[in-house]
Nanobody, 126 residues
Framework: QVQLVESGGGLVQAGASLRLSCVAS????????MGWFRQAPGKEREFVAV????????QYANSVKGRFFISRDNPEDTVYLQMNDLKPEDTAVYYC???????????????????WGRGTLVTVSS
């Protein structure tokens, strides 16, 4: 069982930056693909970004491409989401996720991952 704990959310103004962190409770190291999803009020959960075990193949949703960047520190069992140029439409609860398998293409637009954190709230004011 993998437990994931997110941190770094908060209230910021449009155009600001935030960095989310997610620490895995077990020694996942390079064993799991890691990702970020988000759920805005009244909307379904959506894919944001995912990174492979080695960190060499990050993938992003079109809505955040060029503004958000996912990275990982395997020795520290931590994955990050650097969010730049935040917009009010980025307001959501952001969830960290992990899975033994990594998929490419549009897989994560319609599928989640096996393990989930409890989420951290990001609020962007206009």
């Amino acid at each position: 069982q993998v437990q994931l704990v997110e941190s770094g959310g908060g209230l910021v103004q449009a155009g600001a930056s935030l960095r989310l962190s997610c620490v895995a409770s077990t020694r996942t190291g390079s064993g799991y693909a890691m990702g970020w999803f988000r759920q805005a009020p009244g909307k379904e959960r959506e894919f944001v970004a995912v990174i492979s075990r080695s960190g060499s193949t990050p993938q992003y949703a079109n809505s955040v491409k060029g503004r958000f960047f996912i990275s990982r520190d395997n020795p520290e069992d931590t994955v990050y989401l650097q969010m730049n140029d935040l917009k009010p439409e980025d307001t959501a609860v952001y969830y960290c996720a992990a899975d033994q398998y990594f998929h490419t293409g549009t897989y994560y637009y319609t599928n989640g991952m096996n393990y989930w954190g409890r989420g951290t709230l990001v609020t962007v004011s206009s």
